[in-house]
């Protein structure tokens, strides 16, 4: 079974997926539980959690809640690519880039030597 | 005093004489490994004798202390100050002075070292958690069915793909530690070369090489103006990502791994058959892929990083039985 971080991402992927339409706990359980059994407050909790962690938005409806994400996919996507690749950023995140990325007179050097280097080959 | 004497000369002869040595000797890359290990001893041996300086210091100004006193009250009974007994004050109390300045610059340094490595580690660990929330797992049809094993690997680690187009790969450590991957490094790379970022990464992670690069670099900005901290900083990380590199060779095979640098560097599909070599960072780590090592070459790199890593061991050691 996944842990509990893993069911986060399930709750945010299905709040996502409805592209900004409020959901309630009740909704995401009826969803969640045709792929898995689990239980109200479960998910209830779960949500509470991303909640305080600022990732939905909550607005009281009768006796539930109806949550929303506070940012789209794509934006939080923007903003942790922001904080991967933009060097001297606020971030003190210790992160092991496959490469750095060149700048263009690099780039285009290297590219130089492919195209040499491939050129030179015989066929 | 003098074994005081004799830990901060070690301590700052390693941190001012060892940095050109090391560089000249882990330039290249050969043997990669080893070379890890001697700038670490390096920094672990000068941060050491640092620390015994200082308590060596503060016990013989302990030790004087007493002599001190002894000083002070003979001058308040009246009895009469030789010049000889004015001068055993003044040493005492110099020393004392020194003690004091150099145990509390120790603990200024451990502080700021502690607190940069807990706000690295906090940034890391809500990178890796908002990674896994906002990324979508890494599908195994990216690497090809071929191999099972690997996917299922690079799924424990957990792989996840940003919406992006740039192409980046990158991991961070985190409770769990993430391998994050670009929809933009998916299209441009293929299935070979996919499995050797990964697996480049995998053995980011399984070195600790995050943790040894966020030390490293706590360390220099921790104590400003020392070479050997500088250079630490700077040439772990290059010799991490040549050991990931060594790893990934083996596991996916030296073109994949070498086109995907290249790829991923300028950001342009690059065929497998298709290697060259520039002046740069990254053509000094493709270069280093081709370049079979002759193998006396490499013993001879090899001895002499083991005699370096010999001498950071040997002298404390000597020192140590010497200033007991």
Redesign the interface.
Known sequence: MRGF?DL??VV??RVWDRAGAPVTVRDLLDEISRDRPIAYTTVMTTMDNLYKKG?LSRVRDGKAYRYTATAS??E???G??R???DTGGD????????????DGA??H??????R???DRRPG | MTAALLWFGYAAAVAWFAPPVLVRLTRSGVDARLGLLAWLVAVATAVCAAILAVQALASSAAAGWSALAEVICQSVAGHACAPAVYQSALVDTGLSAAAVATGLALVLVAARCAGGVRRGRNGSRAHAAAARLVGRRLSSGAVGTRRAGEVRAAGEVGAVVLDSPRPAAYCVVGRPATIVLTSGTIALLGPGQLRAVIAHERAHLAGRHNTLILLTRALSQSVPGVPLFRGAAERVAVLAEMCADDRAARVSGRPALVTALLAMATGAAVPEEALGTAASAVAARVDRLLTVQRRITMVRYQMGLAAVIAVLVAVPGWLALVAG
Do not use: I, K, N, P
């Open positions: 971080g986060e991402s945010m992927d990732w996919r794509a939080y996507s923007a942790l690519m904080e991967a690749l971030t003190e995140a210790v992160l092991s880039h496959f490469v750095a990325q060149m690099e780039s050097a290297l590219r130089e030597v492919l040499r280097r491939t």
